[in-house]
């Protein structure tokens, strides 16, 4: 069975690819493991439902049952993803909540469908299983499926926030690196200034703002010129300062 990946999960570098086929393994083995079941798609989400998150789908068919969900707002991993609960559908013939999906499902020959929700640390990941003919229904931990949508969800929301965790002792890494350099561009404004720190850091903060440079730029550029020719601009800056 071939499974196919509608968009990205929105992360960077190898971990995009992880997670993409991570959702990938998980459409594929739902639809193995469901008996009568004729195809699986699998999405997740952070926070608010986007306009086109990223899912996975077993048959190129299933990516418009996805798709038509996030565009009119209806559908069973729309009310899933809203409740936390499974929602299933054992007759789409006579299905009266979601017109939109139900006619989309019709026409790709799909009689039912069960969509069990996964939510961890503010990721949430569904899992839908279809079938051609009335009746298939999913109950969260009585099959493989199941059990394998809980351990993605977990293993997704972790990758996740090891992600979150890497990024942000890069910033740490950033700022304490960029520090040095701003330190020292400070110096050479106290003394071309005669002011204290405080103001001298404030003037670099201002200037940064007025030329749209960012700081660490700037204070490099300060401090490889010594502060020449700035003399007239900070002089400005700080006349302005005190007037307020």
């Known amino acids: 069975m071939v ?3 509608l968009c990205p999960v929105d992360e960077p570098g190898d971990s995009q690819g992880s997670s993409a086929r991570s959702l990938a393994n998980l459409a594929d083995v739902a639809a193995r493991c469901t008996p009568a079941s004729c195809g699986a798609t699998a999405t997740v989400t952070t926070g608010e439902v986007a306009d086109d998150p990223p899912a996975a789908v077993t048959h190129p068919d299933l990516s418009t049952l996805v798709s038509v969900q996030w565009e009119t707002g209806e559908g069973p991993i729309r009310a899933a993803l809203a409740s936390g609960h ?15 999906y139900r006619t989309e499902a019709l026409e790709a020959g799909v009689r039912s469908s069960t969509t069990l929700p ?7 990941v569904t899992v839908t299983v279809y079938g051609f003919r009335p009746g298939l229904s999913v109950e969260p ?21 090891y992600r979150r ?3 942000e002792v890069g910033r740490l890494d950033a700022a304490l690196r960029s520090r040095p350099v701003i ?3 400070c110096g050479i404004m106290m003394y071309v200034l005669g002011c204290d720190a405080d103001d001298a850091f404030d003037m670099l903060r201002r200037l940064s703002q007025r030329t749209n440079r960012k700081l660490h730029d700037l204070a490099v550029a300060v401090v490889r010129t010594r502060g020449r020719g700035l003399e007239r601009e900070l002089r400005v800056l700080r006349e302005g300062n005190g007037r307020r």
């Open 3 to 5: 499974t196919h990946t």
């Open 183 to 185: 330190d020292q561009a």
């Open 165 to 167: 965790a890497l990024a």
């Open 141 to 161: 931990g009585d099959c493989a499926a199941a059990a394998l949508g809980d351990l993605a969800a977990t293993g997704l929301a972790r990758d996740r926030n």
């Open 86 to 100: 499974p929602v299933t559908s054992d007759d789409l013939l006579h299905e009266d909540r979601w017109p939109a």
């Open 118 to 124: 996964y939510l961890r640390d503010g990721l949430a």
